[in-house]
């Protein structure tokens, strides 16, 4: 099998891009932030705080996180609730950054992400991929932009969506997802050693996928 890991901050585009190189190869992608989004959604349906471990811990064997496709896309169920559009709400991003955190939920998500990868070709985007999730993939690309690019992204992208969104409220919040994830004890965001940093702050979606191809194509000569 190959993999192709995609790391980096909130808003870096890498569900996007993920999804581009995946399309190119033919290859699954693996969107393993939907997953952590799913998590931390049923944590406030729930009604309580992503972030108590507890009550987080206590929740986990009551559900059942699965991907699936439709028309090509993937979508994401809790107990086979579709979750795809509510994951992608604000709150739904720090509540993601708060399970994270735990180590309950990590080795929830853990066996799901390489159980996966075990079976398939594919292109997997997170945080902890390329350093944790799969040490020996193939490809380790580390993709970044600056915060204020990163915000407007997602700004337009919920306001094309329809939600009311304030672009001060999404920059503070992308600040402060990083800091945690950075700063988590356990598998925080960290670029691999092996890793190729993108700075896609004055790239399009284009320019990012080609040069990530072109990494692929070159990698996989090499071990070929």
């Known amino acids: 099998m190959i993999h192709i890991a995609i790391d980096g901050p909130s808003g870096a585009g890498k569900s996007t891009i993920a999804r581009l190189v995946a399309a190119r190869l033919g290859f699954m992608y693996i969107d393993t932030g939907a997953l952590y989004r799913s998590v931390g959604v049923a944590a406030l349906k729930r009604g309580f705080d992503p972030g ?49 955190a735990l180590p309950a939920v990590r080795r929830f998500l853990f066996g799901l992400q390489q159980d996966l990868a075990a079976s398939h070709n594919c292109v997997m985007d997170g945080r ?16 970044t932009a600056s915060p204020e690019v990163r915000a407007q992204r997602r700004y337009r992208e919920l306001i094309e ?26 598998a925080p965001l960290k670029k691999a050693d092996d890793a190729v940093e993108i700075d896609s702050s004055e790239m399009t979606l284009d320019e990012v996928t080609e040069q990530i191809l072109a990494i692929v194509h070159q990698k996989i000569g090499e071990k070929a």
């Open 52 to 100: 108590d471990e507890k009550k987080v811990e206590q929740m986990l064997p009551t559900i059942r996180v699965t991907l699936g496709f439709v028309d090509g896309i993937q979508h994401v169920y809790v107990n086979d609730e579709d979750v795809s559009v509510q994951i992608r709400l604000p709150e739904a991003s720090m509540a993601a950054s708060a399970v994270s």
């Open 128 to 143: 902890d991929i390329g350093t944790v999730v799969l040490p020996d993939a193939e490809v380790k690309i580390f993709l």
């Open 161 to 186: 969506k329809g939600n009311e969104v304030n672009f001060d409220t999404l920059l503070k919040e992308i600040i402060q997802r990083d800091y945690n994830d950075s700063h988590r004890a356990v």
